[in-house]
């Protein structure tokens, strides 16, 4: 399912346009390593979906200066930020990037200081820096810029958008995140692969069960572990319990962004109903300390299931009712219908995932398409819209809290007997693979390298967030900026992920 082919830096962009074929072939995820200790190079790896399988492309890096390699931005999009990453944490120039401003270091941290490179010491305070950070923008006459955040009216974390704006309409949108970096995967380097996972399990609340997932896929593909049945499901339960509290409630923050309370309360009310049920199975409200490597901590009582199936045969009538209040309604309707609209190749270009991809026509889930767990022992359709509006997004999130429905009532009615954990065995040293889940945003990845015994040499982390932020760029231009909260909530994007 995922071959790897070894290349020069230097024919990165040819390799990489040729496989990636003007779309046909969409890159996933793009990040380097430090590999001096091991080969004396940097290495920059590309990860591309290919039919049923990943094709990673690992570009060679000497480690004299320059220390450049070219960049496939010019024609591949969705690596704009992975690139821009590069840059700041190892200090690897991408030749003819259109714009290497710093993302993820921000204007207080110093040039050459480079997070991510081995020799980087996390014992040494780093001088404070006060450089210039140019936001983009249109000038022209009659043109303003409407600046909102870093910090926002509402208890969420920061980021700054800048619009530039004539009359009541958008022109351009630039954003500005990763104000809350938590350098873990510089953290976790050297850390046991168990211990790490508790650090893993909490990169963003409301993704407990994706990241943990993907980040236990990688270790038990490397480990050639096999996690036992009844684990498989209970894994399964609790990721679509994730999914569904998710869902009910950024159905009715959306409403939030017009004023609609009704809807609010109705979705917080139901998304409590939920929470409450995941405490109950997994003893914390975001499902934390059920998945392990190798399988799952605890099991599933008798009363827990019934408990769970009294939720569903409560909240399925209740939603209804809910999006009773919407599909009729047109002032609801006169908001949502054709604003903030991403079409179908922009979706593609900047390698847009989940529910953003599916509202745009894109019809892609890695619970069908990359199968993991128990997924295709189960029965569930992928809802796909064309419209890449607002009302898309929506309607994907109300088709999905149904069919999240049906699988977890699947789930238990199937539930098998057997043990919940598989022992995770030694691992070769300098080991690497992939890890993946669909988390309520879209796809989610790991890449891990392992050290000696059973260490982390490198963890990438790649959360469905980080493709669809910059979705928002497109999205928001031709609507007026009273829209923009309903664009922003039709996506409800983690920033959390992204600060990793």
């Known amino acids: 399912m995922i071959e790897q082919l070894n290349i020069e830096a230097e024919d990165l962009r040819t390799v990489a346009y040729s496989i990636y074929q003007e779309g046909q072939n969409g890159l996933i995820a793009m990040f380097a390593n430090d590999e001096?200790?091991?080969?004396?190079?940097y290495a920059i790896y590309c990860a591309f979906a290919m039919g049923c399988g990943i094709q990673v492309v690992k570009a060679r890096l000497t480690a004299e200066e320059p220390l450049e390699f070219p960049s496939i931005t010019p024609k591949i999009s969705a690596a704009a930020w992975y690139e821009r990453e590069i840059h700041d944490l190892f200090g690897l120039k991408p030749?003819?990037?259109?714009?290497?401003?710093?993302l993820v270091l921000h204007e207080n941290w110093?040039?050459?200081?480079?997070?991510?490179?081995?020799?980087?010491?996390?014992?040494?305070?780093?001088?404070?820096?006060?450089?210039?950070y140019p936001m983009a923008g249109v000038e022209g006459e009659g043109v303003f810029e409407v600046p909102v955040g870093p910090i926002h009216a509402g208890i969420i974390e920061p980021g700054h958008f800048r619009f530039s704006q004539m009359g009541e309409r958008i022109l351009r949108l630039d954003a500005k995140m990763f104000f809350l970096h938590r350098g873990i995967e510089k953290a976790l380097e050297g850390r046991p692969l168990e211990q790490a996972f508790y650090q893993v399990e909490r990169i963003s609340g409301v993704c407990t069960i994706a990241h943990s997932l993907s980040y236990c896929h990688a270790i038990e593909g490397l480990a050639n572990v096999k996690v036992p049945p009844r684990a498989r499901y209970l894994r399964v339960l609790a990721a679509e319990?994730?999914?569904?509290?998710?869902?009910?409630g950024d159905i009715g923050n959306l409403c939030a962004g017009m004023g609609f309370a009704v809807p609010i309360m109705a979705g917080a009310?139901?998304?409590?109903?939920?929470?409450?049920?995941?405490?109950?199975?997994?003893?914390?409200r975001f499902l934390r300390g059920l998945v392990i490597p190798g399988g799952v901590r605890k099991d599933i009582s008798d009363r827990i299931a019934g408990q769970i199936r009294r939720m569903l045969d409560e909240l399925e009538p209740d939603f209804t009712g809910l999006i009773g209040l919407l599909r009729p309604n047109d002032e609801f309707l006169e908001r949502v219908n054709t604003t903030g609209v991403v079409p179908r190749q922009a979706a593609l270009d900047l390698g847009v995932v989940g529910v953003g991809a599916r509202a745009s026509g894109i019809d892609v889930d890695l619970r069908r398409d990359?199968?993991?767990?128990?997924?295709?022992?189960?029965?569930?359709?992928?809802?796909?819209?064309?419209?890449?509006?607002?009302?898309?997004?929506?309607?994907v999130r109300v088709d999905e809290v149904y069919q999240t429905i049906r699988l977890i009532r699947q789930i238990l009615d199937k539930l098998p007997p057997g043990p919940l954990k598989e022992e995770i065995g030694l691992i070769p040293?300098?080991?690497?693979?992939?890890?993946?889940?669909?988390?309520?945003?879209?796809?989610?990845?790991?890449?891990?390298m392992t050290g000696e015994n059973n260490t982390i040499y490198r963890l990438f982390v790649r959360a469905a967030a980080y493709p669809n932020w910059p979705a928002l760029t497109v999205a928001a231009p031709?609507?007026?900026?009273?829209?923009?909260?309903?664009?922003?909530?039709?996506?409800?994007?983690?920033?959390?992920?992204l600060d990793r």
């Open 36 to 41: 001096r200790l091991l080969n004396g190079h």
């Open 95 to 102: 030749a003819g990037h259109p714009d290497l401003r710093p």
């Open 110 to 132: 110093p040039e050459q200081h480079y997070p991510l490179r081995k020799d980087f010491r996390t014992d040494v305070a780093v001088p404070t820096a006060n450089r210039e």
């Open 241 to 248: 319990l994730e999914r569904l509290y998710n869902h009910v």
């Open 269 to 284: 009310r139901m998304k409590e109903a939920i929470m409450t049920v995941n405490e109950a199975l997994t003893g914390n």
């Open 370 to 395: 990359y199968p993991y767990e128990c997924y295709s022992e189960l029965k569930f359709e992928v809802p796909v819209y064309t419209t890449g509006d607002v009302a898309a997004r929506l309607w």
């Open 429 to 448: 040293a300098y080991s690497n693979g992939f890890g993946w889940s669909e988390s309520s945003q879209g796809s989610n990845l790991h890449w891990l």
């Open 478 to 497: 031709g609507n007026i900026i009273p829209d923009f909260p309903l664009v922003n909530k039709s996506y409800e994007l983690s920033y959390a992920c």
